[in-house]
């Protein structure tokens, strides 16, 4: 059985490749007497490679049942063998999936919370963020790109914390913004904050409410009425829930993934926003698994 191993420099190579286009080419019998023919990358320099270079070809080539003899080496193509002799053990070695463990990447709450309503059969995603969470502004961009592919059967929310006075006027704006289907100013109210350096809340309430009058009015929205949908029924009920929620999660800090109100992840759990996203689709795929057991013993 004949094997071909050509090499085939990268186009815009050619100058670092010198100015000779030979290749030499050897045959090295195994010893079970099947012949292979290895084409090797032409000499950049003739001339033999020195003591070390056919060292590092011998290494390559006996392991393997190779005769060396009338092998041309020098160190480039020493450097090739050796890599080509590590290559197939880097192709084989590749990565075992991530293992998140409970505890150590997330943690499962002794008690789901219900707080949250979720349309029937969906899963609940929950992003817990406050807009002054410097965090939470830089989580958005994956976050945005993770929200539009995520499958039919998962239900996102971003839910505010309001953990003071200050935050509470954010949770309120957020909440307002979702009752007037505003939400596409979401990104807007963070660039204000963190690109602008506009906040849009204070310690007092009054301020609060200033503040972001200014912000609506620059974006074409009556004030007056953003503050009665803030003052209603609807919004009132939504800020009650959420914080019952976060309460319920045991949120300690932002952002948190809550997944179906059992799973809660941290950045500082997972490592890093993208693992964050990461572990919040291992989790859905682990509740997808949960339920479909418990619909067949069921």
Same mark, same amino acid.
């Given at each position: ?76 193509? /020493?450097?090739?063998?050796? &890599?080509? @002799?590590?290559?197939?053990? =880097?192709?084989?070695?590749? %990565? #075992? ?32 963020f ?13 976050l ?8 039919d059967?998962?239900a ?49 309430? /009054?301020?609060?409410?200033? &503040?972001? @009058?200014?912000?609506?009015? =620059?974006?074409?929205?009556? %004030? #007056? ?61 682990r509740?997808r ?10």
């Amino acid at each position: 059985m004949r094997m071909r191993m050509e090499s085939h420099p990268h186009p815009d190579a050619h100058e670092s490749l010198g100015d000779s286009r030979e290749a030499n080419t050897t045959t090295a019998v195994s010893p079970k007497g099947s012949t292979e023919n290895y084409r090797y990358v032409r000499h950049l320099h003739r001339g033999g490679g020195g003591r070390l270079a056919r060292s590092c070809a011998r290494s390559y080539l006996v392991p393997h049942g190779l005769r060396t003899k009338g092998f041309a080496v020098n160190r480039r193509n /020493a450097l090739i063998l050796t &890599l080509a @002799a590590l290559a197939p053990t =880097a192709l084989r070695a590749r %990565p #075992a999936p991530p293992r998140w463990k409970e505890g150590t990447h997330f943690s499962q709450l002794p008690q789901p919370s219900a707080a949250l309503a979720v349309r029937p059969g969906a899963i609940a995603v929950n992003e817990v963020f406050r807009y002054s969470c410097g965090s939470c502004f830089a989580f958005e961009e994956g976050l945005e790109k993770w929200i539009s592919g995520l499958p039919d059967d998962v239900a996102f929310t971003r839910t505010p914390v309001a953990w003071t006075t200050s935050q509470k006027g954010e949770a309120l704006l957020a909440l307002t913004l979702r009752e007037m289907r505003l939400e596409q100013l979401h990104r807007t109210v963070y660039d204000s904050i963190h690109r602008s350096q506009r906040p849009l809340s204070a310690p007092i309430e /009054a301020d609060s409410i200033r &503040l972001q @009058a200014d912000f609506l009015r =620059a974006h074409g929205i009556d %004030p #007056a009425r953003f503050d009665q949908v803030r003052k209603s029924a609807a919004v009132q009920s939504a800020m009650a829930l959420s914080q019952r929620f976060v309460h319920e999660c045991r949120v300690v800090g932002t952002p948190t993934m809550v997944v179906d109100g059992r799973y809660t992840i941290t950045v500082g759990q997972a490592g890093g926003f993208p693992q964050l996203l990461m572990i919040t689709t291992y989790l859905l795929g682990r509740e997808r698994s949960r339920r479909s057991a418990s619909s067949s013993s069921g």
